[in-house]
């Protein structure tokens, strides 16, 4: 599994933005061509792709294409299925027979230009009440995809209401996901953009929330998200020491073949040694993104 805590996204047309974005911490970035762009500009951010691919970076590097239903995906996959790019982040998907397509096409690009094939991920963006009823096919359909994002602004639009802080109305939406990625045997997803970016603790407390609820981490629109959201999507040296007194005692009680046992007066059995076996594990890849 390759840990994504967090994903900042910058508009492919504003090669200042995405010069800083590629060189903070963030996991990965996301190259935007969709959304952040105007419908002007399309043609100058698929252009410039390539000065912004040939810039330094520190993380993987992502791009956001158009749906599938609009008349600019074609060009923009011929654009974006170039040397360097992890992975497409496919903007509004809907089904799975929209990811087959994408697949397929990507497929050829990869053939024709010498590419490793089967190299570049699909991140479906699920942004739609549609796209949730299809998350489990969606996140089925294809080899690419690993993981999923959620788009709540989007997705409110659609369910016709707004973005609270507290997130009722998105609660099912994001439960769904992790289910559904889960259920299809990729990794968790990787949660809604938090558009308010001065309310640094308003993001910390939906970071703290959708990790409990199953995500590996968060969207990002601004460089002063990132670090918090690494801080909360990152074990702490508690977790990480709990976790490794776990393991160690219950490697031991298990070699005298015992399974069930209490320390400092908690039950622990073969789901709580896991836990904190994995705990451990993501600690050490965390560790090894920052060598
Ligand atoms: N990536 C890299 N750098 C960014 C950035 C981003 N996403 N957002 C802001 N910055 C930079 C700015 O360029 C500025 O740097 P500078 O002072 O050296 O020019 C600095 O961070 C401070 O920015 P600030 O003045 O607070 O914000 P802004 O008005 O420049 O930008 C947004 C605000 C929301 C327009 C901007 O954050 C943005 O474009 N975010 C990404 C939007 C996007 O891609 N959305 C699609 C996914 S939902
Ligand atoms: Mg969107």
Not at 19 to 31: H, P, Q, R, S
Not at 190 to 214: H, N
Request: with cysteine; charged share 25%; hydrophobic share 45%.
């Amino acid at each position: 599994m390759t840990i994504y805590r967090t994903m900042l996204f910058a508009p492919a047309n504003d090669l200042r933005k995405v010069g800083k974005a590629l060189m903070l911490n963030a996991d990965g970035t996301v190259l935007d061509l969709e959304d952040a762009v105007a419908l002007s500009e399309k043609i100058n951010a698929r252009n410039a792709l390539n000065e912004a691919l040939s810039l330094p970076r520190k993380g993987d590097v992502f791009i956001r294409v158009n749906s599938v239903q609009t008349e600019f995906i074609l060009s923009d996959l011929l654009a974006a299925v170039t040397e360097g790019v992890r992975g497409l982040v496919v903007a509004k998907s809907e089904s799975a027979e929209e990811i087959r397509q994408v697949d397929w096409l990507i497929g050829k690009i990869e053939k024709e230009r010498g590419l490793t094939e089967g190299y570049m991920e699909i991140i479906p963006f699920i942004e739609s009440a549609n796209a949730i009823v299809n998350a489990f096919s969606i996140a089925s359909s294809s080899p690419r995809v690993s993981r999923m994002f959620f788009g709540g602004v989007d997705y409110v639009l659609d369910i016709g209401t707004t973005f609270s802080k507290g997130g009722t109305e998105i609660f099912y939406a994001r439960s769904q996901l992790v289910v559904a990625s889960r259920a299809a045997c990729i990794e968790p997803p990787i949660d809604t953009v938090y558009p308010d970016f001065k309310d640094i603790e308003g993001l910390v407390a939906d970071a703290k929330a959708v990790r409990q609820m199953g995500f590996q981490g968060k969207l990002a629109i601004h460089p002063g998200q990132i670090e918090p959201l690494n801080e909360v999507f990152t074990p702490t040296p508690e977790e990480i020491s709990w976790a490794q007194k776990i393991v160690a005692v219950f490697d031991e009680e298990e070699a005298k073949g015992q399974a069930v046992f209490q320390v400092d007066g908690k039950m622990i059995e073969y789901p709580i040694a896991n836990r904190a076996r994995r705990i451990i594990d993501l600690a050490e890849q965390i560790a090894k993104k920052s060598v």
